[in-house]
Each structure stands twice: as structure tokens, then as C-alpha cells.
């Protein structure tokens, strides 16, 4: 099934490449320039994904965010911005946006997004069916289960263990775990990624006879049980 994505952007030098690529790349998109199309569009049909330009005509991107949020849009938010300081990413993440990307961007990495993006919906999507010596990740609320019992973790523990729990029985190497979790570029050492991984480990061992993080030797790590 193609996913949907709304494109939120005024600008057409970035519009017109960007519907090309998505369209190749089998999404099916449709298009908003101002953030009162946008809040109009996402009340007639339902997206997976949102992409938002901060700057538009009308509304301010944050607000359009906090609106769609506000009328029920369960998909992902991803915005865009020219604005690349940090606050702006802490402040599009508390308006209920679940990634952020600064322009100018490469199409290879707004696609990288997208796909991540998808997996976690989908881990979303299916915790809910899993088995019992399965991990309940959900997403949505930031919590993770072993039967009834809530598993504490750290912000990266969860998003680490959500991209696995993605990609159960499969997996994950190193660098796409680094790309996901800790977004930017990072420079050689992925000690903090062992760190965390050692850390999560310990946590769902207590935690009971649930999946484990397996090290793959030389490539990565996986979720089995
Ligand atoms: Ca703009």
C-alpha cells in the first residue's frame, strides 16, 4: 500500500523536485502552500506523513504543527526549516513534530527520514498484537511494556530499542542506529551507542524473560527471543 504524504511548502524550487522524488519513490503526495490549506487538507484525508515548512505565507509551521495535533493527526510530523539552530528543534518537538530537518537538505536524507519515520508508525501500528514474551513498544506514548509490567527507560534506550524493535529478527547496523537515534553526522566513535545498548540490556534482563539485544559481530545488533 503507497503511503500518503502531505507536502506543506510555499516554496516551488523546493516543491517541484521534491514531489518528482516522492512520486518515484512510490508515495502518493499531495501538496499544501499555506498552513490554512494544510489544516484544510489533513481534515479531508488521511496522511502518514506531514512535511512542514516552518516558514509559510499564512500560519507559522509550529502553529499549522500544534493545529494538526489539536484536530487528532495521529501520522508523523517532519518539518522543515532554514532555521538551523537547536531551539527550533526543541520547540517543533514539544508542537508534536517527530523529526526535523534543516535546509538545505540532500534528497537521499529527506527519504532516509521518511523511512524511519514509517517504521516507527508501524511499530505503532503492531504493538499492540505482539506475543507475550514480546516487548510492547509504544510509540505514541513513549513507553515500553513486558506484559503488564513498564520497562523505565532513557530517552535514547527507547528510541534505540524502537529501531530494533522495528526491524525484529533482522539486523540493524551500527551506523543506521547512530544515523536514527542521534540524527546528525557523527565522527568515528560509537561508544555512546555500546553504552546505551549495554545499559538497555540490563534493563530488559530485569525486566523478565522477554527479546534481547543480540550483538552481531562486525556489523550491528538485533532483537530475538
Ligand atoms: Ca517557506
Redesign the pocket.
Request: proline content about 0%.
Given at each position: 500500500m503507497s503511503h500518503r504524504v502531505l507536502l506543506v511548502?510555499?516554496?516551488s524550487d523546493i516543491v517541484s523536485p521534491l514531489v518528482q522524488t516522492l512520486g518515484r519513490e512510490g508515495y502518493v503526495v499531495d501538496q499544501a502552500s499555506s498552513g490554512r490549506d494544510a489544516i484544510a487538507a489533513a481534515s479531508r484525508a488521511t496522511y502518514d506523513i506531514v512535511i512542514l515548512?516552518l516558514?509559510?505565507p499564512d500560519i507559522d509551521g509550529l502553529e499549522v504543527c500544534r493545529r494538526l495535533r489539536a484536530a487528532g493527526y495521529k501520522g508523523a510530523v517532519l518539518i522543515l526549516s532554514a532555521r538551523s539552530q537547536e531551539i527550533d528543534r526543541v520547540v517543533g518537538l514539544d508542537a508534536g513534530a517527530d523529526d526535523y530537518l534543516a535546509k538545505p537538505f540532500g534528497l537521499a536524507e529527506l527519504l532516509a527520514r521518511l523511512r524511519a519515520l514509517l517504521r516507527r508508525t508501524s511499530v505503532r501500528a503492531s504493538g499492540a498484537s505482539a506475543g507475550d514474551h514480546r516487548l510492547q513498544v509504544d510509540v505514541d506514548a513513549h513507553r515500553v511494556y513486558v506484559g503488564d509490567h513498564e520497562v523505565a527507560l532513557t530517552g535514547k534506550e527507547f528510541d534505540v530499542l524502537a529501531v530494533l524493535a522495528a526491524n525484529r529478527d533482522k539486523v540493524v547496523s551500527r551506523s543506521q542506529l547512530m544515523s536514527e537515534v542521534w540524527s546528525e553526522a557523527w565522527y568515528g566513535s560509537t561508544k555512546t551507542l555500546d553504552v546505551t545498548i549495554g545499559r538497555l540490556r540490563q534493563k530488559l534482563e530485569k525486566a523478565g524473560p522477554v527479546e534481547r539485544v543480540v550483538t552481531v559481530r562486525g556489523v550491528g545488533f538485533r532483537l530475538e527471543g
Open positions: 511548502e510555499d516554496e515548512d516558514g509559510l
